[in-house]
């Protein structure tokens, strides 16, 4: 058994908080980058504001 800190890690693309591998993960961990469903829906952060 593998502990947590043992498993590879990524920085989410909407948050940029870390996130651990995942076992539904293991056939597309390539292509994973958020941590969440919710950060996924989000998208990456643009930092524009939205007030211009």
Do not use: H, I, N
Not at 16 to 22: E, K, V
């Amino acid at each position: 058994m593998r502990r947590k800190q043992d498993l590879p890690q990524k920085t989410c693309m909407a948050c940029g908080r870390p996130f651990a591998w995942r076992r539904k993960w293991a056939q597309v961990w390539e292509q994973v980058r958020y941590c969440s469903e919710r950060c996924r829906r989000a998208g990456p952060a643009s930092g524009t504001g939205g007030d211009a």
